[in-house]
């Protein structure tokens, strides 16, 4: 008798796949859900252009484009991290909810496949979204973008990476932490981009609260991004050093990450609930 | 007397109401800590992006001092309009998560008073929120808001007007989250552009035309206007008679029409048995 045996990998992928196919399932089921995230971008942006239009209005000035492109490119670089950190984490929140955390680990003895599905699911359509809005966007502001598309390229890769590790890290949190969404709209719709300065240049800050900003990881990816888009305040040798920097960060979180999952594995052998993390 | 008991009956059930969410609440600390910093945070984030752009035209701190209390004003009000139209859908929305919503509409108590008690306490935590913005933005801009008993009086009142208005948006909202499988319709059609087309953060005078035709449909747009006219002496788009006579209007207008909304939505699940069906 010839017996159907799967190799770990193939299994893996197999479930990556499955979780995405849900995903798109689950969300098809809430077309205004899907469509208020994909419309976020412009709805986050749009307040913001008008301020400068105000601001120049009542200062009997220009609009300044320069102003709107700055603030436009931090819109989409944290678009992409918010979006990635809301995918993963309440994805992931979403099976402890439904109580099938457990199920989705015990098909494949790990919770990768779910993460994995998430991430891909969440890459497909923020390439979509908010890569349209982008085009658009840089379609607009064309006569000011001076696009180095090495830079570019290297710039939105690190940020891909960089955002779904912490979406990573963040998913492990919302399995350990009470929260209701309430910390995560704060984190990511205010605190962070003004610390990491999402819309203004952090050279506003007084020396302790820029000190805050140049640490966390985020400043430097919005400082990359503009930097291969528009004329930065940032040399050559500094934007390889942030890229340094952002790749030293993504390696740590990327081996936390592994540190806190094998933790988390070893409290469920523990507690044999999934649910009770 | 029976009336009167009828009357302690209905503030004990929206009391009742305020103190469930608050215990709902109570079992999320950190969630609750941080809500009360959330206007505080996005004030911040505005008022540095409002002085980056005043910086890139060459103006300087002065310029930004009264920029701030545009903003500070436009963030308060907004609190009022939040507690009512958010507020009534997002309860809601915990309702139908907890599996109470059917309880709660199944038994006889008037259901815009068990809507109203939800909001009762999303209230108090926007008063918490505003006086702390108020204490931040004196302590770290300098900047004194409410100069005078008068402006707090008058600011206060057309304040309550717009949460009053915004009520009438809340139980539409309300009656469409009840009714519809996807929660976050209501917020995509009216949250996130309500903050864009009333003009919390500028004058909708920078709103290109047919944008600014939709604000001037929108009663909120007026009362953030009058608030600005009466507490930093802002110049009205209209004459601020006008204003008061229109917000007049929609105070008792708005309200009756959204609780008629609901009531046709409710009636039309109850017929067809699909309350709460898509929890």
């Known amino acids: 008798m010839e017996m159907l045996t799967l190799s770990n990998t193939k299994i893996n992928m ?29 709805m986050t942006y749009l307040p913001f252009a008008f301020l400068t239009s105000y601001i120049s209005r009542v200062n009997h000035a220009e609009t300044s484009t320069e102003v709107q492109l700055y603030i436009f490119t931090g819109v989409v670089v944290f678009s992409v991290i918010t979006n990635n950190l809301s995918d993963i984490g309440f994805s992931v929140l979403q099976e402890k909810q439904m109580g099938t955390l457990s199920l989705n680990f015990m098909v494949s003895s790990s919770l990768q496949p779910l993460m994995n599905g998430a991430l891909l699911y969440s890459m497909i359509f923020q390439l979509i979204n908010i890569g349209l809005f982008s085009v658009l966007g840089f379609f607009f502001f064309q006569s000011h973008i001076t696009i180095d598309f090495t830079h570019l390229t290297l710039s939105l890769i690190l940020l891909f990476l960089f955002s779904s590790q912490l979406s990573f890290l963040y998913s492990y949190f919302l399995l350990y932490a009470k929260e209701r969404g309430t910390v995560h709209r704060i984190l990511t719709g205010g605190l962070m981009p003004m610390i990491c300065g999402m819309t203004f240049s952090v ?29 930065s305040d940032i040399s050559e040798t500094q934007y390889w050093y942030k890229i340094i920097y952002l790749v030293i960060c993504i390696l740590v979180l990327r081996v936390g990450n592994q540190k806190l999952y094998n933790n988390m594995i070893r409290r469920v052998k523990k507690n044999g609930d999934w649910e009770k993390i | 007397m029976a009336i009167g008991k009828k009357y302690k009956y209905y503030i004990n059930l929206i009391l009742a109401m305020a103190k469930k969410d608050y215990l709902i609440n109570s079992k999320y600390p950190l969630s609750t800590f941080m809500s009360l910093f959330d206007v505080l945070i996005s004030y911040l984030l ?18 930004s001092a009264s920029m701030n209390a545009f903003l500070l004003s436009g963030l308060i009000i907004y609190q009022f309009f939040d507690v009512a139209m958010n507020g009534l859908v997002y309860g809601i929305i915990v309702e139908k998560n907890l599996g109470t919503l059917n309880r709660n509409f199944a038994s006889p108590a008037p259901k815009v008073l068990l809507l109203s008690g939800i909001v009762v306490y999303s209230f108090i935590l926007a008063l918490i929120r505003i006086a702390i913005l108020l204490i931040a933005a004196k302590f770290l801009f300098g900047i004194g808001f409410f100069l005078s008993w008068q402006t707090f009086v008058f600011g206060g009142i057309v304040a309550l007007c717009v949460m009053i208005i915004s009520s009438g948006y809340g139980f539409l909202g309300a009656g469409i989250t009840v009714s519809t499988e996807d929660p976050a319709l209501y917020l995509f059609l009216m949250q996130r552009p309500f903050v864009i087309f009333t003009g919390v953060f500028y004058s909708i005078m920078v709103l290109p035309m047919f944008m600014k035709l939709i604000s001037y449909m929108i009663p909120i747009t007026y009362g953030i206007d009058l608030f600005r006219h009466l507490t930093l002496e802002h110049a009205t788009f209209v004459p601020w008679k006008v204003e008061m006579l229109i917000i007049g209007l929609s105070v008792v207008l708005f309200p009756l029409m959204g609780i008629l909304a609901f009531k046709k939505i409710e009636k039309s699940f109850l017929k067809k048995g699909t309350l709460n069906m898509f929890e």
Do not use: C, E
């Not at chain 1, 050279?203 to 528009?230: A, C, E």
């Open chain 1, 14 to 42: 197999l479930n990556t796949l499955a979780v995405l196919k849900r995903l798109w399932m689950i969300r098809r089921r809430y077309p205004a859900s899907y469509w208020i995230k994909a419309l976020g971008p412009l």
């Open chain 1, 203 to 231: 050279r506003l800050f007084p020396k302790s609260i820029y000190f805050i900003s140049q640490v966390i990881p985020m400043t430097h990816l919005l400082d990359i991004v503009r930097y291969s888009v528009i004329k």
């Open chain 2, 46 to 63: 505005i008022s540095l992006t409002a002085f980056f752009i005043g910086k890139s035209f060459g103006y300087d701190s002065s310029f």
